[in-house]
């Protein structure tokens, strides 16, 4: 697949997997509201960073080279 075609794609794919992520998070967050402080930072920090992982895939492949177009 060709760059030009790989970053609309994957523009779309890390919208869609930051949706999720900003939703399940909020929605985790809402439910430990009234636990003990620590708990809550720890959540926070996971939040705030772990989007990051499985974001990683999609970076990959989206500056990954594009295939070698063959001859005749």
Known sequence: MKSNVRKPIAILALFAVLGVWIVVATM????????????QLIFY??????WVIPMRPIFMWMNSAPDVERGP
């Open 28 to 39: 985790i967050g809402s439910e430990i509201a009234t636990a003990p402080g620590l708990l």
């Open 45 to 50: 920090i996971v939040a705030g960073i772990g």
